[in-house]
T-cell receptor, first 108, second 115 residues
Framework: GNSVTQMEGPVTLSEEAFLTINCTYTATGYPSLFWYVQYPGEGLQLLLKATKADDKGSNKGFEATYRKETTSFHLEKGSVQVSDSAVYFCALNNDMRFGAGTRLTVKP | DVKVTQSSRYLVKRTGEKVFLECVQDMDHENMFWYRQDPGLGLRLIYFSYDVKMKEKGDIPEGYSVSREKKERFSLILESASTNQTSMYLC??????????????FGQGTRLTVV
């Protein structure tokens, strides 16, 4: 069946550090891949998405590239800010399954 | 602005009570979903619905049921609440057609405590 595996957290970084959160997937067919973010006390919201192989999704300085050969969709940001502190979820939208989530804390 | 609204942010219920969690969306979406979110376990899909009066079991349906009488409303029912159902419950909706490529919109969540 379909599944998503995210790197385990929590992740703690200093402001302006480089961020990578790994995500790999197992799926039949050609799913779209998504990153959602959940800020404290809120529901999830879409951060970025990619709908086919080699697509790069980007938003708010975050990027992720759909790599079919490695079945991965790693989230990256070159310089994190305190306001990026949140929980990040990788997801397949062909059946609405989510990864376990990675909590990111950015310290000043 | 698109919106998914869950009826309560916080709820405290007693063991054995029948509990209704309501979710309403104003985007005319066909697809609606219920998840629970627990520390270390991420989001787990309880039930989903692709149309009115239609429902499908997710990964953890035991102890829950759902109702979809109208397109905009998807209710989660805890038939007899138990303490292990204390959790954050999230509702989401999305559109079909090329739904596999569309984003899901989430409500703010309902934090349910069963005592």
């Amino acid at each position: 069946g379909n599944s998503v595996t995210q790197m385990e957290g929590p992740v703690t970084l200093s402001e302006e550090a480089f961020l990578t959160i790994n995500c790999t997937y197992t799926a039949t067919g050609y799913p779209s891949l998504f990153w959602y973010v959940q800020y404290p006390g809120e529901g999830l919201q879409l951060l970025l998405k990619a709908t086919k192989a080699d697509d790069k999704g980007s938003n708010k300085g975050f990027e992720a590239t759909y790599r079919k050969e490695t079945t991965s969709f790693h989230l990256e940001k070159g310089s994190v800010q305190v306001s990026d502190s949140a929980v990040y979820f990788c997801a397949l939208n062909n059946d609405m399954r989510f990864g376990a989530g990675t909590r990111l804390t950015v310290k000043p | 602005d698109v919106k998914v609204t869950q009826s309560s942010r916080y709820l405290v219920k007693r063991t054995g009570e029948k509990v209704f969690l309501e979710c309403v969306q104003d985007m005319d979406h066909e697809n609606m979903f219920w998840y629970r979110q627990d520390p270390g376990l991420g989001l787990r899909l309880i039930y989903f619905s692709y149309d009115v009066k239609m429902k499908e079991k997710g990964d953890i349906p035991e102890g829950y049921s759902v109702s979809r009488e109208k397109k905009e409303r998807f209710s989660l029912i805890l038939e007899s609440a138990s303490t292990n159902q204390t959790s954050m419950y999230l509702c989401a909706s999305s559109s079909p057609g090329q739904a596999m490529n569309t984003e899901a919109f989430f409500g703010q969540g309902t934090r349910l405590t069963v005592v």
